[in-house]
């Protein structure tokens, strides 16, 4: 393994120079020659690597260059003779990669494959998402053939935890003699990783480079001023990692050396360099690299005045000493600067074009109506005509019915004005658009949420970010200083700008100690989300046995991470157990044996705890039972719980474990109920009709439902009251038993000797120490032996639930065997796919025509927001209805097996797809389709493309019913039409 960072010695610079004359005549030389830039060294080091026919990991940053690397393992292949599989995380990135390599090498030399599109497959050179190479990996494609080289662009994706186990997968199954090109963004843990890859694929060379390309300038935008966040005169990125560290007082970054070195790099940036200009004026450079002091006291004195302002106001003197303040000290809370005025502020001092990234589509689309609204105009006469001929000719085909309900004609305006939104929930067509007008210098300021970090070839001057926290789908986190360094990465166009610039808006509550700290991280670790999944496990056993399958498995990444974890942890035991027998030594008594005595406190206490967490467990039973019980039409009275008032039951919940029926209350909010919405255990107070053609989502049912509930408790307001009471349930007391032995625990206590020591009590914080360290230890003894062999661990249980469906089955040899099911299951792809499978073996697709087809594929594969989840939609027809009726039948079967054999839970099948996807297939109009719906076109062509990839694998399944199967080709065609078949190319 080899590893560049920083400048190289003047050895090293001998020997490149040496090695660049005998390159000339090579391959590499050959293919620095149609390159318009000259090779930086760790690109011509990862070159030289696949040359000599070793694999490579390259980790640089973004934008430094490193899918030049890539291409030269094209290049390399189509030289001699072989093919090449460029593969990406993403269709977007796929469909741009597709189009780079086709106008370098000629339509005919380049295909694409991205699950619903095929274009010239078998290609020497083919751009795929990695999903479609592990399927083909697994199904032994034919297309494989005289495979040479794999490029895997981003490959740091595999840490992500719904996908990422497929980089693992295919990088453990590739045949021996494929050479693997591998492109991560900078993480800290490069070599470890590395030392898997040399593992797994044999020789690798690993190649490290921290330099980037353009320096990265950190400002923080407070009003309309832009400051500079760090003190100094060297960004920061020009200081060697080696020596950044975070300082004692402030956790502001602080660099101890190199600082003078970066002088003089700094000292050669002149204004007359390139178009973008230091912004601020900063102080002389200093041997520290501290955060600027004018935010430190913003920050101060916006605290102070914060704390006053929540606190009271203080008497005289209080206010005395406030007037006595510095003027820095006294200025206002500063306002957070509008989206208008950021890009205005940044379009005076030439910073843009700039990347603001927003983590909400709605806040894209805001932004984007905002600036327009405020008059802003970034573009020229001319560049104006060029967008409007651009768009004109992107979207001639779109049908004039669908361009209102795909907001074409404000996107339309934004874009001549040089402003755009960029999100998933965009139309791909349109995506497309605004990256080449944003490539081409058209558009000069896009709205985006984080998806556009994720190697879309998008690179700006200036990336502002919002705010430094997201939501997650389940709550607001703050980024890490990955991800900052992902989204600011874009910062800097090479070749084009001398720096790039990454602005933060101040708002309050700013911390600039805590931005530096994520603008000084520039690293992250790369932890594998690697598990064996049902179709992993039984393609593998269907290519090598279970023994070896499980053997293979253990070569994983996340079992290489895993058993390294150990030796760490081994050294914490034996450190640990050396302090408890200095804890054991210090807790002796002179009155008798303090361990039995500690031992007895211990106990009694646990018992004691025991029996409060019996009595709430007791008391959650009886909650959970009143809410399983309870039926569509019956009214509760929660006036005592978090949810106070009436409400009416809409559905049922028969999950005993859990169950949260929805209700509507009597002012008209629709929600779902648990154990922690109620203080006790609910009953009816009187019931009510629901109308069948009662629909939850639309307001005036709503409205009538919630009056009805008003009047059917003003007449039986003496019953409802009586049903909030609890009595009865015996809850307040404890089991006799349980009683008994905490007496007898307390009696024994007493009875010890050592109960009656004058030291007890310093004896008992010495064995209170001991207890929590020991437990500690023994967690840590747990954690080695969960981490020996945790993934055949799981593969094992895998197979344990794939034999009690029938998928595996033990032959006359004692060899396990694919069963005919189990052979349906291996071509099945994705997060359902046992799921998928046990719904056609239960008949769930066989009278369904194409259009049912559609609408319940649709629900295998959708994933809606969690607060999208809701009430069962009536459904289209009876014949989806008994299909739906059966999938969350085997849906909620599989589930309890896979609790009880500690897996984790197959997603539930969403519906909030069905019936936009339903009409679609009927030939509805898009807006007809989404009407009703909070759906974003974009979304909903991204989700048909997904119901278009599954019934094409259920068209292609081994031994289904040749009826079957043309009603899945039959389906296919009817979703793609319209924006579905002309979005995109993948």
């Known amino acids: 393994m080899s590893s560049i960072s920083g400048s190289p010695s003047p050895s090293d610079s001998f020997q490149a120079a040496a090695q660049r004359t005998a390159e000339a005549k090579s391959h590499l030389g050959a293919f620095a020659r149609t390159l318009e830039f000259e090779l930086d060294d760790f690109q011509r080091e990862a070159c030289r690597s696949l040359q000599e026919g070793r694999g490579v990991l ?61 274009i010239n497959g078998e290609a020497p050179v083919v751009v795929m998402t990695t999903e479609v190479l592990r ?8 297309t494989l053939g005289d495979l040479g080289y794999v490029v895997m662009d981003e ?93 004692e007082a402030d956790g502001a970054p602080v660099v101890a050396a190199a600082a003078r070195a970066a002088a003089a790099r700094a000292a050669d940036r002149g204004a007359g360099k390139g178009t973008a200009t230091r912004v601020g004026q900063a102080p002389s450079l200093s041997p520290e690299f501290e955060v600027n002091p004018e935010l430190l006291s913003m920050a101060r004195a916006e605290s102070r005045m914060n704390f006053n302002g929540r606190f009271g106001h203080g008497g005289r003197g209080q206010r005395r000493q406030r007037e006595e303040r510095s003027s820095s000290e006294q200025r206002s809370p500063v306002r957070k600067a509008s989206r208008p005025q950021v890009i205005a502020s940044l379009h005076r001092q030439d910073l843009l074009p700039a990347i603001t990234f927003i983590f909400s589509r709605a806040g894209c689309d805001a932004a984007v109506a905002q600036c327009a609204a405020a008059g802003l105009w970034l573009t020229t006469e001319r560049e104006q005509q060029i967008i409007a001929l651009r768009v004109d000719e992107a979207s001639h085909e779109i049908p004039a019915d669908d361009l209102d309900v795909l907001g074409f004609w404000s996107w339309r305006d934004g874009l001549l004005r040089g402003l755009a939104a960029h999100h998933a929930g965009m139309l791909p067509t349109f995506k497309e658009v605004v990256e080449k007008l944003f490539a081409d210098g058209l558009v000069k300021a896009v709205f985006a949420t984080e998806t556009l970090a994720l190697g879309v070839n998008m690179p700006a001057r200036s990336v502002v970010l919002e705010k430094l926290d997201k939501f997650n789908g389940e709550a607001h986190v703050n980024i890490t200083a990955g991800e900052y360094t992902q989204l600011t990465g874009r910062a800097g166009r090479r070749g084009i700008d001398v720096e790039g610039h990454a602005l933060v808006l101040w708002q309050p509550g700013t911390d600039p100690a805590a931005v530096a700290g994520l603008a000084s991280r520039r690293t992250y670790p790369l932890n594998s989300s690697f598990r064996p999944t049902y179709n992993m496990s039984i393609n593998l056993i269907a290519q090598f046995g279970r023994g070896r399958a499980r053997e293979i498995l253990e070569s994983s990444f996340a079992q290489f991470q895993a058993d390294r974890s150990v030796v760490g942890l081994a050294r914490q035991v034996r450190s640990r157990e050396e302090s408890l027998a200095g804890y054991a030594e210090s807790m002796k008594c002179h009155l008798g044996d303090f361990t039995a005595y500690a031992r007895l406190r211990r106990e009694l206490s646990d018992a004691e705890q025991f029996a409060a967490r019996k009595q709430q467990r007791a008391r959650r039973s009886h909650v959970a039972d009143s809410l399983t019980s309870l039926i569509p039409g019956d009214i509760i009275n929660m006036s005592s719980g978090r949810t106070p008032g009436y409400a009416v039951v809409l559905n049922s919940d028969l999950n005993a474990r859990e169950p949260r029926p929805v209700v509507l209350t009597a002012d008209n909010q629709l929600r779902r109920i648990g154990v922690h919405d109620v203080d006790g255990p609910v009953s009816p107070v009187v019931r009510i009709r629901i109308p069948k053609s009662f629909d939850a989502k639309l307001p005036k049912p709503r409205r009538d439902l919630a009056a009805s509930v008003r009047d059917a408790v003003r007449e039986d307001d003496a019953k409802a009251r009586r049903s909030s009471r609890n009595e009865g349930f015996g809850l307040g007391s404890r089991m006799p038993d349980q009683e008994k032995k905490i007496a007898d625990l307390r009696r024994a206590l007493r009875a010890h000797p050592c109960h009656g020591c004058s030291e007890r009590e310093d004896h008992a914080r010495w064995s209170e120490r001991w207890w929590k360290l020991r437990q500690e230890t023994d967690g840590l003894v747990r954690q080695i032996q969960g981490r020996t062999n945790t993934i055949a661990k799981t593969f094992d249980r895998v197979c344990d639930v794939l034999s009690s469906y029938g998928y595996l089955e033990s032959s006359d040899g004692g060899q396990v065997a694919i069963s005919a099911d189990g052979q349906r299951l291996r071509r099945i792809y994705g997060e359902k796919d046992l799921l998928i499978s046990q719904s056609i073996r239960q008949g769930a697709i066989s009278d369904l025509d194409a259009a049912e087809m559609a609408a319940l594929a649709s629900t295998l594969v959708y994933q809606a927001k969690r607060e999208d989840r809701g009430l069962r939609p009536r459904m289209p027809s009876v014949s989806l209805e008994s299909a739906v009726d059966i999938v969350v039948r085997e849906w909620s079967l599989l589930e309890d097996t896979e609790e009880q054999n500690k897996l984790p839970l197959t997603g539930e099948p969403e519906l909030g797809l069905m019936w936009p996807i339903f009409k679609w297939a009927k030939g509805r109009h898009l807006q007809e389709v989404l009407s009703g719906t909070d759906m974003a076109a974009g979304d909903f062509v991204r989700w048909a493309k997904q119901v278009v990839d599954l019934l094409d694998q259920l068209a292609q399944i081994p031994g289904l019913d040749r009826r079957l199967a043309r009603i899945c080709r039959e389906s296919i065609d009817l979703i793609r039409r319209g924006v579905v078949a002309y979005s995109t190319v993948g």
């Open 58 to 118: 390259v980790a640089a940053p973004t934008g430094a260059g490193k899918t030049i690397v890539g291409e030269f393992a094209i290049y390399l292949a189509l030289e001699r003779g072989l093919k090449a599989f460029y593969t990406t995380p993403i269709k977007a990135l796929s469909n741009q990669k597709f189009f780079e390599l086709s106008a370098k090498y000629g339509a005919a030399n380049v295909g694409l494959l991205t699950g619903d599109t095929t």
């Open 155 to 247: 490959v740091h994706y595999l840490a992500d935890r719904f996908r990422g186990a497929v980089w693992e997968e295919v990088i453990i199954h590739l045949p021996s003699e494929v050479q693997v090109a591998s492109l991560s963004a900078t993480v800290s843990n490069a070599e470890e990783f590395g030392a898997w890859l040399d593992t797994v694929r044999g020789h690798t060379d690993v190649i490290v480079s921290e330099h980037r390309p353009v320096p990265l300038w950190q400002h923080v935008m407070v009003g309309k001023e832009i400051v500079d966040l760090f003190a100094g005169d060297t960004s920061f990125d020009e200081i060697a990692p080696d020596v950044a560290d975070f300082g």
């Open 135 to 142: 399927n083909m990996l697994y199904a032994d494609s034919a």
